[in-house]
C-alpha cells in the first residue's frame, strides 16, 4: 500500500508559478511511475504528466508541455510539479498518483494505469 499526500496548491494570478509536491509512504516508492493529474469542476479528471521510477522518462499532456515539469527525489520519497506561467484554465484540484506495478515507462495517461491516488490539492489562477 502506498500512501500520497499533496501540497502546494494556492491562489496565484496567471503568468505565475507554483510547485505542487506529493509526500508517498508506505511501499517502495522508488519502483514506481508517478502521474499528476487535475480535474476542474464539472469536468473530467484529466492528465497532466508522469514521470518513470528513475526519472529518465517523462510525458506531458500537450496542454502543460513547455509549461509545466514534473520531478521526483526517490530519497525523500517525494513527486514534484513545477507550473510555471500560469493561465486561468490550470484552475483545478491536482492530484498524485502511483502505479502500483514497476516499470521503466512514462506513458501512463489513464486514470486506470494508477493504483494509489492522493486526495488532492487546489489550485486557482486569477487572471
Known amino acids: 500500500q502506498v500512501q500520497l499526500v499533496e501540497s502546494g496548491g494556492g491562489l496565484v494570478q496567471a503568468g505565475g508559478s507554483l510547485r505542487l509536491s506529493c509526500a508517498a509512504s508506505?511501499?517502495?516508492?522508488?519502483?514506481?511511475?508517478m502521474g499528476w493529474f487535475r480535474q476542474a469542476p464539472g469536468q473530467e479528471r484529466e492528465f497532466v504528466a508522469a514521470i518513470s521510477w528513475s526519472g529518465d522518462n517523462t510525458f506531458y499532456a500537450d496542454s502543460v508541455k513547455g509549461r509545466f515539469t514534473i520531478s521526483r527525489d526517490n530519497a525523500k520519497s517525494t513527486a514534484y510539479l513545477q507550473m510555471n506561467s500560469l493561465k486561468p484554465e490550470d484552475t483545478a484540484v491536482y492530484y498524485c498518483a502511483a502505479r502500483r506495478s514497476s516499470g521503466s515507462s512514462a506513458y501512463y495517461t489513464r486514470q486506470v494505469h494508477y493504483d494509489y491516488w492522493g486526495q488532492g490539492t487546489q489550485v486557482t489562477v486569477s487572471s
Open positions: 508506505g511501499r517502495t516508492f522508488s519502483t514506481n511511475t
